[in-house]
C-alpha cells in the first residue's frame, strides 16, 4: 500500500468529475490528501508550493487541453515532474500515445474504468516514479561509459541497431538513415539482427545509442522484448523506436508505457523522417538523462541530510536516556537516607497517634516519589524498544491476587472498595511475573487514582476457551466507578505522555507513562488490552487478555519472609552521601549488628581489608575507586574471604545491573531499598558463610 498523506492533484473543469475521483480513492484503501483545480493556471501556483505525488489531469479543458498541460510541466522534454495520469471522456488512443510521449505515465477513460482501477493505476505511477531515480542511477553508468568511448570516436558517430526478421524491411531502414547523413550533421554505424533473443544481448553489450525495433519479430514480439530490456520497469538505457507495419494505437499506447521512445508506422516514413524522430529521440533522453541526474543529486543530498538529521536524533536520544539515568540516580539518592530514617522512627518505640500518622503520609509520599522515578526511566526503554521479559511458568490466580491486596491500602486511604473475583483452579502462563505485576500495579494504582472516595474498584478474572475446548485465553478486568474517559481521550490513552487530567491542580498526578507501559508489557506477552468508558463520571474498564499455557506450571516455591539474620554480623557501608550512610549504619546498629562506614572507593578497600565485615553494601557513584572498581579490588585482595557484595545504588538500569554483576556484586538493589529488602540480603549471606 502507499504510505498514508500523498498528495492526489485532480486538473478537471467539471466539478462531478473531480468529486467521483476524490471518491473512488477515498474509498480505498490508502490514504490521500486532494488537491482540485479547474484548470492549469489555477494549479500551477499550488504546484510550486507543493508538488503533488500524482496529478490526474483531464485532457478537455477549457482554454488548454491536457497534452498542453503536459508541455508545459515538462518544459517538452517528456520528462515528468511528478507521476501524471491523463484522463478523457472519450477512448481515443491516438491521444493516449501522445500523452504518454509528452510524459503521461497512464491513460484512464472516464466512465471505463472501475474504482479498483483508477486506484491501482495510482498506486502503480507513484510507486513506478519513486523508482526511477535508483533506475537512472544504473542508467547513467551504463551510458557514462558508453559515451565517454563514443565522444572520443570521430564525428561521434551514433550507433544503431535494427532489429526486424524481414531482410527487405532491414536494408530500407539502413537506407533511409544513411542517405544524406554527415552532411553537417551525426554520422551512423548501423548493426542489424533479425531475433530478439540475439539482440537483447547485444542492447547489454553494445553501448547503443538508439534501438529501432520491429514489432512482430520471430521469437518474442515488441512488447515481449520491451519488457525483457528494462526488467519491467519501463526505463529503457537508450531510446527505442518501435515499427509496426499496421498503425494499431492500441499496440502504440503498450509500447509507450513499456518504455518505447516512440510508435512508428512502416511505409509511413522517408529517410529524413527517420532520422529526424532518431535524433529528436536521442536528444529528448539526453535532455531527460540530465534533469534525471539533477534530481538524482537533490535526493541524494536530501539522503544525506537525512542521515546527518537522524545521526542527531541518535545523539540527542542518548544524551536523553544519559540525562534520565543520571536524573534517577541523584533522586534516588536522597530519597534512601529519608526511607532508611522512616524505619528507624518506626523501630524507635511507640509513638504518638499524630507522629504515626505523620510517619504514614511521609511513607506515603516517598513511594509514590520512587515510582515516578522508575516511570523516568521506563520512558527510555520504551522509547528504545529496550523493555525485555523473563519468561517463566507462572500461576496467574496468585499474581493478581499479590497485586490486589498490595493496592488495597492505597484503595483504603480513599476509602474505596475493593473487590477481587477469581476463579477455582490455577491459571498457567508462560509469562514475566515482574512486569505482569507491573501491569496489574499501574491499572489498579489508575483506578484508584481516577476514583473518588466512596468509589468501588472490582478486578475479576476469566478463563475464555479456545475451539478445541481447552483453556485460551485469560481475561483480566479491572473496572471503576471513578471520572471516566471523555470518548475523544478514550484512543489516546495508551499513548505515551497522554493524560484526561489537564487542569492546573494536577490532583490526579502522574507523568502519563504508566498506561503505555501497560499496553507494552502485555502486547510483549502477546495480549492485548483495551479501554471503556461510557463517558465522563461513568466510570472506566480495562480489559488485558493473555494467552494462557497448555501445561500448568510448576509449584512455586513460597518466598521466605524476611527476618532478622541469626546474631550480630559485621557489615561496611559505604557511601559518598554522609546522610545516606550514616541512616543506614543507624538502621543496622538498632538491628544488633557492628557497622563500620566509608566515603569513597578507595576507603572501602582499606576498610575491607581492616574490618573484615561479613556484608558490604557498596554505592557505585563513589570517589576515587568507583563501585565496580571497589569490588573487584576487594575480591582481588581478599578472595575467598572477600565479603558478600551488594551494590546499593541510584543507577537501576539493565546495563547497570549486568556492570555490577561482573564486578563481583551478588545482589544489585536500588535506592530507596525496604528494610525488608535489607534483611533478605542479610539472611542469604548468613546462609552462604
Known amino acids: 500500500m502507499t504510505r498514508p498523506g500523498r498528495l492526489i492533484a485532480v486538473i478537471d473543469d467539471t466539478p462531478e468529475d473531480r468529486a467521483a475521483v476524490q471518491r473512488h480513492l477515498a474509498d480505498g484503501p490508502d490514504r490521500y490528501r486532494f488537491a482540485e483545480f479547474a484548470s492549469y493556471d489555477e494549479a500551477a501556483a499550488s504546484f510550486r508550493d507543493e508538488p503533488p505525488d500524482c496529478l490526474l489531469l483531464d485532457f478537455r479543458l477549457q482554454g488548454m487541453d491536457g497534452l498542453e498541460v503536459l508541455e508545459r510541466l515538462t518544459g517538452g522534454t517528456g520528462v515528468a515532474p511528478f507521476a501524471m495520469i491523463m484522463l478523457t471522456g472519450r477512448g481515443s488512443e491516438a491521444v493516449a500515445v501522445q500523452a504518454m510521449k509528452r510524459g503521461a505515465v497512464d491513460y484512464l477513460v472516464k466512465g471505463q474504468y472501475t474504482p479498483g482501477q483508477l486506484r491501482q493505476a495510482v498506486a502503480e505511477a507513484i510507486a513506478k516514479f ?37 531482410p527487405e524491411d532491414r536494408v530500407a531502414a539502413r537506407r533511409a538513415l544513411t542517405q544524406g547523413a554527415g552532411s553537417g550533421g551525426p554520422s551512423y554505424r548501423i548493426l542489424e539482427e533479425a531475433t530478439g533473443g540475439e539482440a537483447l544481448a547485444l542492447c547489454r553489450s553494445a553501448g547503443l545509442d ?84 539533477q534530481r538524482v543529486r537533490v535526493l541524494e543530498r536530501l539522503e544525506a541530510e537525512a542521515r546527518h538529521r537522524a545521526d542527531q536524533l541518535a545523539e540527542a536520544d542518548r544524551r536523553k536516556d544519559e540525562f534520565l539515568a543520571m536524573l534517577a540516580h541523584e533522586l534516588r539518592n536522597p530519597l534512601a537516607p529519608v526511607v532508611t530514617s522512616l524505619h528507624i522512627l518506626r523501630r524507635s518505640g511507640p509513638l504518638p497517634e499524630a507522629a504515626r500518622t505523620a510517619l504514614d503520609i511521609a511513607d506515603g509520599q516517598i513511594k509514590h516519589l520512587a515510582r515516578l522515578v522508575d516511570d523516568l526511566m521506563e520512558v527510555s526503554r520504551i522509547t528504545r524498544g529496550k523493555i525485555t521479559l523473563k519468561r517463566q511458568p507462572v500461576d496467574l490466580a496468585p499474581i493478581v491476587a499479590r497485586a490486589v491486596d498490595a493496592a488495597r491500602p492505597l484503595a483504603e486511604s480513599h476509602s474505596q472498595e475493593l473487590t477481587l473475583d477469581l476463579p477455582a483452579g490455577t491459571i498457567p502462563m508462560d509469562a514475566d511475573p515482574t512486569r505482569l505485576d507491573q501491569v496489574l500495579a499501574n491499572l489498579l494504582n489508575n483506578a484508584s487514582k481516577y476514583t473518588d472516595p466512596g468509589g468501588r474498584v472490582s478486578v475479576s478474572v476469566r478463563v475464555e476457551e479456545g475451539p478445541d475446548g481447552c483453556p485460551e485465553t485469560a481475561v483480566v478486568r479491572v473496572a471503576d466507578t471513578g471520572v471516566g474517559i471523555d470518548g475523544e481521550m478514550l484512543p489516546r490513552v495508551f499513548d505515551l505522555f497522554a493524560q484526561a487530567d489537564r487542569s492546573l491542580d494536577r490532583s490526579r498526578g502522574g507523568l502519563g507513562i504508566g498506561l503505555t507501559l501497560v499496553r507494552t508489557l502485555t502486547e510483549q506477552h502477546g495480549g492485548t488490552v ?66 563500620r562506614v566509608a566515603h569513597d572507593g578507595a576507603a572501602a578497600v582499606e576498610a575491607a581489608r581492616d574490618f573484615r565485615p561479613d556484608v558490604a553494601f557498596l554505592d557505585i557513584g563513589l570517589p576515587r575507586l568507583n563501585g565496580y572498581e571497589a569490588a573487584r579490588a576487594i575480591r582481588a585482595e581478599l578472595g575467598d574471604d572477600a565479603p558478600y557484595l551488594a551494590a546499593v545504588t541510584g543507577y537501576g538500569q539493565v546495563d547497570d545491573r549486568r556492570r555490577a554483576e561482573e564486578a563481583g556484586f551478588q545482589h544489585h538493589l536500588v535506592k530507596p531499598v525496604e528494610i ?11 546462609k552462604a558463610r
Open 130 to 166: 519513486e523508482d526511477r531515480p535508483a533506475l537512472e542511477r544504473r542508467r547513467a553508468e551504463l551510458e557514462r561509459a558508453h559515451r565517454a568511448a563514443m565522444d572520443s570516436g570521430p564525428n561521434h558517430e551514433r550507433l544503431i541497431l535494427i532489429v526486424d526478421d524481414s
Open 676 to 686: 525488608d529488602e535489607l534483611l533478605r540480603i542479610l539472611d542469604l549471606a548468613r
Open 210 to 293: 538508439c534501438l529501432i525495433l520491429d514489432y512482430s519479430l520471430p521469437d518474442l514480439d515488441g512488447l515481449e522484448f520491451l519488457h525483457e530490456l528494462t526488467g519491467g520497469t519501463g526505463i529503457t538505457p537508450f531510446p527505442v523506436l518501435m515499427l509496426t507495419g499496421r498503425g494499431d494505437e492500441a499496440i502504440a499506447v503498450r509500447a509507450l508505457k513499456r518504455g518505447a521512445a516512440d510508435y512508428l508506422v512502416k511505409g509511413r516514413l522517408g529517410g529524413e523522417s527517420l532520422r529526424s524522430k532518431v535524433e529528436q529521440a536521442i536528444q529528448r533522453m539526453a535532455a531527460r538523462r540530465v534533469q534525471e541526474e
Open 530 to 595: 483495551e479501554a471503556h468508558s461510557d463517558g465522563p463520571g461513568k466510570g472506566t474498564t480495562f480489559t488485558v487478555r493473555l494467552p494462557v499455557a497448555r501445561a500448568g506450571p510448576p509449584a512455586a516455591a513460597p518466598r521466605p519472609a524476611a527476618r532478622p539474620s541469626a546474631g550480630p554480623t559485621r557489615l561496611l557501608v559505604v557511601d559518598d552521601c554522609a546522610d545516606g550512610a550514616q541512616a543506614l549504619a543507624m538502621l543496622f546498629r538498632a538491628l544488633g549488628h557492628e557497622v
